[in-house]
């Protein structure tokens, strides 16, 4: 709901604006050249392989055992990505474009950040002129499905195109089919929150492996919802496994957002209990995971198959304030884990420091079977091929952008631009609702400060305000090549099933607005300013 008064405010500020390689081995030589986002190709000798994308949903890198993750019994909750990672290579440092699922999405299929690919909150949908990761492999002739368990992944989103099939594993439409005036939305919510869906969506992937013959690849992309709170896993052991001594719980992970007694200044302990049950619900992905690398391995498959984790946010525990996700950009709702595997190709373990993003997962897929453009340096506004990192012909950190629209709190909803350069994290944030709106900035050395809590805006350091100004010039060439793609038009919903997502959505927890964020791009509030 657009506020004129909000705007007017907010346009008066608003202005337009303007890497150390280490271990693992490559097998082979000849690997293409890098793919600039997922623009014109040119063909490579590379022989196609098959493509598996799993993208599992509000993961945190940093609770996996293979990124360095100690859990209080010291088990890890991830033994099979902890083994993928030992056979292929692992990005110690991927940043996702937002903090929640479906603009994270857009960029990964279309290796475009979200003020570009313009899909940017629930009722505008992506440019049609955006390049699409399936579309590009069925023309390549590849067989292509997906298969998914979360509300912001349908196909009125925009993620259907190019997939031959793309289905809804979860039982939540079914119960949409009930009359409105009969539905216990409580219910729905409940049930959506503490399904375990993760053997569905297993058994569809398992199920499209085995149809597979041997004269057409294929490209299957599974999206796991579990690991999004509520934290409930299928049995109780697999939250226990992470309790000492596996101690009874005083509070366990339903109702995560709503328990008044999960709060910032909580027991740590009690805290602790809570994300025994996160850890439990990653445990329980990660073992379906391991069906499906038993089932490649099975069909004779996994040699060539490129297999690519990743996932597409990550959740808040307190860490500035704020719990679940949609809430902020700060890193434990943005690292992500990124973990790809191709036996034929790469020999593991190889790990790659530098910073990357969600929007380099397509473009390095389309280098792999053979989709290749010049080599071009990486830039914020496009996703560009990681295998320029991954054989050492690349260094540095690379520049990505984020953005984030929320406004789960109507009275006081947050819009914040964002900007890795260098070893900085610039952000710009609008601060609204009924009062005035703030602007503020914020930036800090990752480098020095990992955990962003030392706010350096106020350092006249000219690396601090060189960053500032790489902020603006990075802003304004997102605003440009926006502008060479077509505005998004919203989802493809019915009348009827608008308010009906609408409802959907807000009964699990999600605010929906219908703001666009083109062309509203402040300015960081600069010393004179203060």
């Not at 480098?447 to 350092?459: A, F, G, I, Y």
């Amino acid at each position: 709901m657009t506020r004129p008064s909000f705007e007017r405010l907010f346009r008066r500020f608003a202005q337009v604006l303007i890497q150390k390689r280490s271990g693992g081995v490559l097998r082979g030589s000849g690997l293409a050249l890098a793919c600039a986002g997922l623009g014109g190709c040119g063909e490579t000798s590379l022989p196609p392989c098959n493509v598996l994308l799993i993208s599992i949903d509000s993961l945190r890198a940093d609770h996996l055992g293979c990124y360095g993750y100690e859990s209080p019994t010291g088990l890890s909750p991830s033994p099979r990505l902890d083994q993928l990672a030992e056979q292929g290579i692992l990005f110690e440092s991927t940043l996702s474009t937002t903090s929640w699922t479906m603009p994270s999405h857009h960029a990964l299929f279309s290796g475009l950040p979200d003020l570009v690919h313009g899909a940017t909150d629930d009722w505008h949908g992506p440019s049609p002129d955006r390049p699409v990761l399936a579309q590009r492999l069925l023309d390549r002739g590849y067989r292509t499905a997906g298969y998914f368990s979360g509300p912001y992944l349908q196909p009125q989103y925009g993620f259907a195109k190019g997939f031959e099939e793309y289905e809804n594993v979860t039982a939540l439409p079914m119960q949409f089919d009930i009359p409105k005036e009969e539905r216990d939305l409580g219910a729905i919510e409940r049930s959506f929150h503490e399904a375990a869906t993760a053997r569905q969506v297993t058994s569809r992937g398992e199920e499209f492996l085995r149809e597979q013959s041997t004269d057409a690849p294929f490209f299957l992309f599974l999206h796991y919802f579990d690991v999004h709170y509520d934290y409930a896993p299928p049995r109780e052991q697999y939250a226990e496994r992470f309790r000492p001594g596996r101690r009874p719980p005083q509070i366990d992970g339903r109702w995560f957002m709503e328990n008044p007694d999960i709060h910032p200044e909580m027991d740590p302990r009690l805290l602790e209990d809570v994300l025994s049950y996160y850890d439990g619900e990653i445990y329980w992905v990660d073992s379906q995971l391991g069906i499906l690398f038993d089932t490649l391995e099975e069909l004779g498959l996994q040699e060539n198959t490129l297999v690519a984790v990743v996932a597409d946010h990550g959740d808040e525990f307190f860490e500035h304030g704020q719990k679940g996700h949609r809430k902020t950009l700060y890193q434990e709702s943005l690292r992500i884990p990124l973990i790809l595997r191709w036996p034929a190709k790469w020999e593991g373990p190889h790990r790659v420091p530098n910073r990357v993003s969600i929007v380099d997962v397509a473009p390095t897929i389309l280098e792999c079977i053979g989709v290749a453009t010049p080599r071009v340096s990486p830039s914020a506004t496009r996703g560009t091929s990681l295998i320029g990192l991954i054989d050492g012909s690349e260094t540095g950190r690379r520049e990505q952008l984020g953005f984030l629209r929320d406004r789960s709190n109507k009275d006081r909803p947050v819009e914040q631009w964002a900007l890795w350069t260098g070893p900085y994290m610039v952000s710009v944030t609008l601060t609204g609702g009924n009062a005035v709106p703030v602007l503020s900035g914020e930036i800090y050395d990752l480098e020095k400060d990992p955990e962003e809590r030392n706010n350096l805006r106020d350092s006249r350091d000219p690396a601090v305000e060189a960053a500032i100004d790489r902020f603006h010039i990075a802003h304004e060439a997102a605003r440009r090549a926006a502008g060479n793609l077509s505005a998004g038009s919203p989802p493809s919903f019915t009348d009827e099933e608008f308010a009906e997502q609408r409802e959907k959505l807000e009964a699990l927890g999600y605010a929906v607005d219908t703001v666009s964020a083109q062309s509203l791009i402040p300015r960081f509030p600069r010393q004179e300013s203060r």
